[in-house]
């Protein structure tokens, strides 16, 4: 084995100095890859945008542009202004107060929930600690008819309750923020106590304030996920004006299968918010999204 | 993580003067600060506990109720039958059981092509990402991109990318020399190119992500040692690379099966199933049945069954994929 080893020692300088050609030979190859992959994730992006922005007879053309011939505002117009029966505008509105409110909740709630669960002493607290977390593991298609029928008993079918609530009793902000609280220095707080402040304003004074990175990527990964969310509304929500846009979408692609322009059009409206928080915030996403993997 | 331990105790005795209390084992041991007990616990807990009774808790178990009982939701009725919602999954001979099985069928197909692609294309977007160079994290921000959008943005898109007669697919394909009336959405085997297709697309980045943040937890001294030791490339990738992502892999491989498992609304907005029925997947039978049939226990029953196959399916993988013990 020594031997070996020596024998390879021995080669290594004319290794190294090999390696800057390889090394621009790889990034250069890296780059063409990239690029490549690059239009692949784009280009649908970029065809749905200016989709949106054709006349119909551009948009159900065999010879595809990627820049409308004939610049048009017409399929915004219809979807904004027209149609009872599609009415984007205020599906934009009902999908902004559902995913920001379950968004706030779920903080909230978790935030108080995963503070006692990583600080506090309690009776039943590691059985109930391994409850919650365990549920992350159960298929939630299993919720799926009972959270029907508890909706039905409540009276919030066919209301932004019924996308607002359920999801926010997930229980991956408890955990995220549990791990985050637990990894926490406890001298702060140690502090608080011996200045006897309260339990509530430790947390809402010494915590809270340290914990901004993590709630912020919380109410994101949360705002996105309810944003995005397309089974539990298709089935909750039924008329026109109650809809939140994924399903809006999908009525809107029903209703009428060729005004592609107009389909586009909903779906840009979809598309940019999400997207726009994913440029401002894309750190906090990206991070929130590698930390729940490495974590899980 | 990992700030546990004597070193804390001794960090914060260094700054200033501590009560005998907090040096105490029993205090480090179980993690916790004497930030509160009892039922200030409680009251924290409150607020969460209430929507995770009513929205988790409740319904585990008022879904077994439910698959317990013919719960038409459009009759007055609803008399209990005890297993017969599960045993008619099990009869091949019903309507609805031929139903399940060809949905648990569909479902099997597309997790099985899926997950493979969805395991190897992100681990090598991630190599890439994780070299050293100008614009990485620009790229790896577009790669993730199409994760943010909603699978309602993703089903409608494609919808018109795949379009037998207007979509660019077929356009580009004609191009190139290849057919160019693919019916993407209502012939096999393309409903499944077109939908494993799609689903590879929307959520590579999301793997990729995940595969980076664990390839940069790798210890560089790793790399160097071997390249010491003169391994090559796919020797440093084997030896190095790969049981260092040990617990990504098994991770990813979960959670993409899981959720492979759990399509639902690529094939409801692009395919809508077809042909036939071929592409409606488990959860897309569910839904229908349980909800625009009403027919919710025996909808409920075959949630349970595959909840059961998924949970099998993660132990299985769990199993293959764990750390062995040397």
Excluded: C
Excluded at chain 1, 219 to 245: G, I, K, R
Excluded at chain 2, 71 to 99: E, I, M, Q
Excluded at chain 2, 235 to 245: I, M
Aim: without cysteine; proline residues 6%.
């Amino acid at each position: 084995m020594a031997a070996v080893a020596d024998e390879r020692r021995s080669t290594a300088p004319s290794s190294a100095e090999r390696r800057p050609r390889r090394a621009i030979l790889t990034i250069l190859a890296s780059y063409v890859a990239l690029i490549a992959l690059t239009i692949v994730f784009v280009a649908p992006l970029v065809y749905m945008a200016s989709t949106a922005f054709k006349t119909n007879q551009e948009a159900t053309r065999i010879e595809p542009t990627w820049v409308p011939k004939e610049p048009s505002t017409a399929a915004f117009d219809a979807i904004l202004n027209r149609s009872e029966q599609t009415p984007v505008f205020r599906w934009f509105v009902n999908s902004m107060i559902a995913a920001i409110g379950q968004a706030l909740i779920v903080v909230a709630t978790a935030a108080l929930a995963a503070y006692a669960l990583a600080r506090m002493e309690f009776r039943g607290k590691r059985l109930m600690t391994v409850v919650i977390i365990s549920t992350l593991f159960v298929p939630p298609i299993i919720f799926l008819m009972p959270t029907y029928l508890i909706l039905d008993k409540l009276q919030w079918l066919d209301s932004l309750l019924a996308v607002t609530i359920p999801g926010a009793a997930g229980a991956l902000g408890v955990f995220l923020l549990r791990q985050f609280f637990v990894s926490l220095p406890k001298e702060l707080e140690e502090a608080a106590v011996l200045d006897a402040a309260s339990p509530f304003k430790i947390f809402w004074r010494v915590i809270l304030p340290l914990s901004k990175p993590a709630l912020a990527t919380l109410f994101l990964l949360a705002f996105l996920t309810n944003w995005n969310d397309f089974l539990l509304p298709l089935f909750v929500l039924f008329s026109p004006e109650a809809l939140t846009l994924p399903p809006g979408l999908g009525l809107l692609q029903g209703s009428d299968t060729t005004s592609y322009e107009i389909i586009m059009a909903g779906a840009v409206v979809a598309t940019v918010p999400a997207l726009v928080l994913f440029i401002i915030a894309q750190r906090f996403v990206i991070e929130g999204v590698s930390t729940t993997g490495i974590k899980g | 993580m990992g700030s546990g331990g004597p070193s804390t105790i001794e960090r914060v005795g260094g700054g200033r003067p501590l009560p005998p209390l907090i040096g105490s084992p029993r205090i480090r041991a179980r993690g916790t600060s004497s930030a509160g007990s009892g039922w200030i616990a409680y009251l924290f807990l409150a607020p969460y506990l209430t929507l995770f009774t009513v929205f988790v808790v409740v319904p585990a178990i008022y879904g077994v109720w439910v698959s317990f009982h013919s719960w038409d939701l459009l009759l007055p009725n609803k008399p209990w039958v005890g297993l017969d919602n599960y045993r008619n999954l099990f009869d091949t001979n019903s309507a609805v059981g031929d139903d399940f099985w060809n949905a648990m069928k569909a479902t099997a197909i597309f997790t099985v092509f899926s997950v493979p692609l969805l395991v190897v294309l992100p681990l090598g977007v991630a190599l890439i990402l994780n070299q050293k160079f100008r614009g990485r994290n620009f790229f790896r921000a577009v790669y993730f991109a199409p994760y943010v959008l909603g699978v309602a943005v993703i089903g409608v898109l494609w919808t018109l990318l795949l379009d037998p007669n207007i979509g660019v697919v077929n356009y580009y394909l004609e191009k190139v020399g290849a057919s160019d009336n693919i019916a993407w959405t209502t012939s096999l085997p393309w409903a499944w190119v077109a939908l494993v297709g799609v689903t590879v697309w929307w959520t590579l980045g999301y793997n990729a992500v995940i595969y980076l943040a664990g390839l940069q937890d790798i210890s560089r001294e790793l790399y160097e040692a071997a390249k010491v030791d003169g391994a090559s490339r796919w020797g440093r990738f084997r030896h190095v690379t790969l049981p260092g992502l040990r617990p990504v892999l098994v991770f990813i491989i979960t959670i993409t099966i899981l959720a492979s498992a759990n399509m639902f609304g690529q094939a409801y907005l692009i395919t809508g199933g077809a042909p036939g029925n071929e592409t409606r997947t488990a959860i897309m039978l569910i839904a229908q049945e349980g909800l625009q049939n009403f027919r919710l226990g025996s909808a409920a029953a075959m949630s349970f069954v595959l909840a059961l196959f998924l949970m099998l399916v993660s132990l299985v993988t769990f199993f293959v994929f764990r750390e062995r013990k040397v």
